[in-house]
């Protein structure tokens, strides 16, 4: 089994910074690649931002230049660094796991962002 643990969310006002966090444990093998999505009430959930193995990194066009995606390889944990927080940015965060072959999702944190 694999167990994703996420922390870090809350409610901060806009311009504010938080940091997510996620550490994953169990049987996970080889990573492709790990990850923040989001999801807003009544919209789908998106991508924010991903970082694979190797280091390569993408992100939301949206969160660009604002929020930093890194990993500790030892610890399996994947960061979030969210700066220059606005409204837009309120919903819940969720980790997920990419092993190529399945993928695995965390609970979900909630952010929210006040104006």
């Known amino acids: 089994q694999v167990h994703l643990v996420e922390s870090g969310g809350g409610l901060v006002q806009a311009g504010g910074s938080l940091r997510l966090s996620c550490a994953a444990s169990?049987?996970?093998?080889?990573?492709?690649?790990m990850g923040w999505y989001r999801q807003a009430p009544g919209k789908q959930r998106e991508l924010v931002a991903r970082?694979?193995?190797?280091?390569?990194?993408n992100y939301a066009d949206s969160v660009k230049g604002r929020f930093t995606i890194s990993r500790d390889n030892a610890k399996n944990t994947v960061y979030l660094q969210a700066n220059s927080l606005n409204p837009e940015d309120t919903a819940v965060y969720y980790c997920?796991?990419?092993?190529?072959?399945?993928?695995?999702w965390g609970q979900g944190t909630q952010v929210t962002v006040s104006s």
């Open positions: 997920n796991l990419d092993l190529g072959r399945v993928g695995f």
């Open positions: 970082i694979f193995s190797g280091g390569s990194t």
């Open positions: 169990g049987s996970i093998g080889s990573i492709l690649a």
